[in-house]
């Protein structure tokens, strides 16, 4: 009897430590502080990005009119050979042919060279952008470590979020520590 009482004193120790531990946790789960920010409304107020997406807009559109002229020009090319297609030889076919394979590779290829993932627009896009990135990242850690938050959430990239206090909302001030706020 006396060591069925013991293990049964060994599981309700146990028990305790168990039910204490889960207490704990769950007591310093609920005072962890969580915020969040917009950084969509953050980067609207910052006027260099705003400078920068229209420099970006800028060139996006004069490399994609460069691209749209070749690509007309292809097409005035191929015309060109379906009416006279009659009147050539099978070699100066291959030759015509061949001028406007070479042509539409060439345009392909500048097409990929400027908006490809790693194309020039890609890289302009991380000159401009990523340093204002990397300043509002830097922002929010410093606010994360000085109100000791836990978790900031960013409500612009789609978070999963039904409903947030405006209260723990920290995006002015980001802003502030940016300087593009008082």
């Given amino acids: ?17 168990s039910a204490l531990a889960l207490t704990l946790f769950a007591g310093s789960a609920m005072a962890q502080k969580f915020a969040f920010v917009d ?44 009416s006279e297609r009659v009147l050539l030889t099978d070699e100066m076919k291959k030759k015509r042919e061949d001028e406007i394979m070479t042509k539409e590779n060439s345009v392909k290829d500048l097409q990929s060279k400027y908006f490809g993932p790693d194309g020039d627009l890609a890289k302009k896009r991380e000159e401009l952008v990523k340093p204002i990135q990397d300043a509002i990242y830097k922002a929010v850690k410093e606010l994360s470590a000085e109100g000791s938050y836990a978790i900031i959430f960013d409500t612009a990239s789609g978070a999963a979020i039904l409903y947030s206090n405006p209260r723990y909302d920290l995006s002015d001030e980001v802003l502030k520590k940016l300087g593009y706020k008082n």
Avoid: F, H
């Fill in 39 to 82: 950084t969509g409304y953050i980067l609207k107020n910052i006027p260099s990005y705003s400078a920068a997406q229209t420099q970006l807009d800028k060139i996006s559109e004069d490399w994609e009119a460069e691209v749209a002229a070749q690509y007309d020009e292809i097409e005035k090319m191929y015309k060109t050979y379906q």
């Fill in 1 to 17: 009897m006396n060591r069925k009482r013991s293990i049964n004193l060994i599981n309700m120790k146990k028990l305790m430590i």
